[in-house]
């Protein structure tokens, strides 16, 4: 399954996942500037913030309530459609997923 990030700036990844991969754990993986996940996953650092493309928000999903609260400390301002991309598990109804990575 394909998941795209478009950097700020210009940059696009693309990279195959595997169902059950986050897509911070997949970014990482794939070397996309400023994804840094430096909480591990943990909802505590907001450094794998990802902004969904308007198209895949309903299959996303919204943000929890913890992880609504994470985003308003991210560097880069936060979007209605921003999301931690550590609490975003791909499956096959994310094929072709892009997710656009804001610069700080």
């Known amino acids: ?7 700020e700036g210009g940059d ?3 990279a195959d996942v595997k169902a059950g991969t ?6 990482m993986a794939q070397n996309v500037p400023y994804i840094l996940g ?7 650092c907001a450094t794998c913030h990802v902004v969904v493309a308007p198209d895949w928000v309903a ?3 919204a943000p929890g309530e913890f ?3 994470v985003l308003d400390a991210t560097e880069a301002p936060r979007q209605d459609n921003s999301r931690l991309s550590c ?18």
């Open 1 to 7: 399954m394909k998941v795209i990030w478009k950097v």
């Open 12 to 14: 696009e990844f693309s």
């Open 22 to 27: 986050t897509l911070k754990d997949a970014a």
């Open 38 to 44: 430096e909480c591990g996953g943990s909802m505590s």
């Open 59 to 61: 299959a996303t999903g």
């Open 67 to 69: 992880e609504d609260a």
């Open 87 to 104: 609490q975003i598990t791909m499956r096959d109804d994310l094929d072709g997923l892009v997710l656009i990575v804001p610069a700080p």
